[in-house]
């Protein structure tokens, strides 16, 4: 007889196991409220009749007990064997990282260290990022994904990505509309910043839209240059009408544009 194991694995079937936990709960019901020891092994044979040469996978031989204390009338122990059963579950779902986090302070896990080679695993920061990507993806596995995406994830049938992030509503990668926020204006931090007036401001207003996106999503970020190339022209007529206004009578027009050219090359720099 073969058991299917809460991880899909299928193994050999140990009655050990059954005894043990119905033992466990009978020991804290009252005299009266508790099965002898024929009654346990009846139960365990119903179990083995019922599967026959069929596989039982582990919550249906739970329930198939619970269905023999009810009907035995032994109430009390199979309300002890469900909290049990309960418990069970709960120590199972808790502490699940440890081992992960652990290995990765040792720097003795090589899945994280291979999945990412921007990452260098060693470095404290990079230690503590991926600590936090550990507790998301046992989140996401045990309590956010339906168990049979969680399983087949487990069984190499299919790969879910990202899950060290998925627990918070952010996304992945963005692609900045940068030309209609610096043509338009945008709002961060709950203040209007208006369309810049010149190369350098353009420069620092699209950094901080940069930041601001970072912020809120993980992944990488695509911004196109080439939106800056007008702000570039509004910083050079800004220095032509200044040394015009200034210089007009003084120099002539090729020296204007020399020095105008060389403004502008100091605030590319």
Do not use: W
Not at 163 to 181: E, S, T, V
Request: with cysteine.
């Amino acid at each position: 007889m073969k058991v299917q194991k809460r991880d899909g694995r299928v193994t050999d079937y140990d009655k050990g196991k059954i005894v043990r936990a119905i033992r466990k709960a009978n020991a804290e019901v009252p005299e009266r409220e508790k099965i002898t020891s024929n009654s346990i092994e009846d139960i365990v044979k119903y179990i083995e009749k019922f599967a026959g040469k069929t596989i039982l996978n582990v919550e249906n031989i739970q329930d198939m007990i619970e269905c023999e204390l009810v009907r035995q009338g032994k109430y009390t122990l199979a309300k002890k064997y469900i909290i049990y059963r309960y418990q069970r579950a709960l120590l199972r779902k808790a502490n699940t990282t440890d081992e992960s986090i652990l290995k990765l302070i040792k720097n003795e896990n090589k899945e994280l260290a291979e999945e990412n080679s921007n990452k260098n695993t060693i470095l404290a920061s990079t230690q503590r990022d991926y600590i936090a990507g550990e507790v998301s993806r046992d989140l996401t596995r045990r309590m956010l994904l339906p168990e049979s995406v969680s399983m087949a994830h487990d069984q190499g049938i299919l790969h879910f990505h990202d899950a060290d992030y998925f627990i918070q509503p952010i996304f992945n990668c963005c692609l900045i509309n940068i030309g209609d926020m610096l043509d338009n204006g945008t709002v961060m931090n709950g203040k209007m910043i208006e369309s810049p007036k010149s190369f350098q401001v353009a420069c620092t207003v699209m950094t901080q839209i940069i930041s601001a996106v970072a912020s809120n999503q993980y992944g990488g970020q695509s911004v196109d240059m080439i939106h800056l190339g007008k702000y570039l022209r509004k910083s050079r007529d800004k220095y032509l009408r200044d040394m015009i206004n200034e210089f007009k009578d003084t120099l002539d027009e090729e020296t204007i544009n020399k020095v105008v050219d060389l403004r502008l090359r100091d605030e590319l720099k």
